[in-house]
């Protein structure tokens, strides 16, 4: 396994390389790996033919400094997870001067309107900073493949758009929503909730599937206030939203048209954690 901190060596070390490694594939992770990150390294491994996880917390995409504080780094651990694979699997984990120098932050962006829906209304910039670091990522590693996960599905989509809009060489990978025991979905976050908290939080996952049950039978704002009232009644959790939306514009819709694709987007406070999770509603 090789690790490095520093774009010119990777670089350095890509040069140097067989030129039958043609096709490279990236899994771009913030850290404190878990099993879903796993599944993607795994899928990224079977599909290439040399494979780079980035490790590295993204300070422009935190719109909560105290969040960015308490986001988990655990390098070391991580690295110790990624030894199982072969010498195919490069560790790039770089400092933040690595990636920006000495102007850390984000560049503007226009993802056709994706950016201003939900995670949007909440967190201002989030996307600018997400799209900045992606593109940088891009660029060092000139990656064949990027895999990404869709418990972050919005951000899927504007990764999508921006390799579009850009005509970057890069195919983006969407993988299936890893999730725990009781269906709660794999985040680094999970980790910051109280064991009881994280036994009690299948809740989230459970609300969902009722919702999608629903979804077939009844109307989209009667599914929302269901969702929104079975949160109300437990005091374990706060919803910040429920919105249902079409799946390629990710704008909230009002009606289940059968020549579209829905998926409902949930946002949940738990031990002051913020957790996000989806599901395909058809």
């Not at 990224?44 to 719109?63: C, G, H, K, L, Y």
């Not at 390098?75 to 690595?98: M, R």
């Not at 999730?179 to 939080?201: F, I």
């Not at 059968?258 to 409902?264: D, E, G, H, L």
């Amino acid at each position: 396994m090789n690790l490095f901190k520093e774009k010119e060596k990777l670089n350095d070390f890509f040069s140097n390389q067989n030129q039958n490694a043609t096709r490279i594939g990236l899994v771009p992770t913030m850290g404190a790996l878990h099993e879903g990150h796993i599944s993607l390294i795994h899928r990224a491994v079977s599909e290439n033919d040399m494979v780079v996880v980035s490790i590295f917390v993204n300070p422009t995409q935190f719109n909560n400094k105290e969040d960015l504080d308490k986001y988990p780094r655990t390098l070391q651990e991580d690295i110790d997870k990624i030894k199982a694979f072969n010498e195919h699997v490069i560790i790039y984990a770089p400092a933040t001067e690595d990636v920006y120098a000495t102007a850390v932050q984000a560049a503007n962006f226009d993802f056709d309107g994706l950016e201003f829906q939900m995670e949007g209304k909440h967190r201002p910039g989030h996307f600018d900073g997400v799209g900045t670091i992606v593109k940088k990522l891009f660029e060092i590693v000139k990656p064949t493949n990027a895999y990404f996960g869709e418990k972050d599905f919005q951000q899927l989509q504007i990764i999508k758009k921006m390799v579009a809009k850009e005509q970057m060489p890069v195919n983006i990978v969407g993988c299936p929503i890893l999730r725990e025991a009781n269906g709660l979905a794999m985040s680094s976050r999970n980790e910051r909730l109280q064991p009881e908290t994280r036994k009690n939080a299948s809740f989230i996952f459970e609300t969902l599937l009722l919702a999608k049950d629903m979804f077939g039978t009844k109307n989209v704002r009667d599914v929302e206030h269901w969702v929104t009232e079975a949160f109300e009644k437990n005091e374990n959790f706060e919803l910040e939203y429920i919105e249902i939306c079409d799946e390629e514009t990710l704008k909230p819709v009002t009606e289940n048209l059968n020549t579209k694709n829905y998926r409902a987007f949930i946002a949940v406070y738990a031990d002051e954690v913020r957790l996000i999770d989806n599901i395909a509603l058809n």
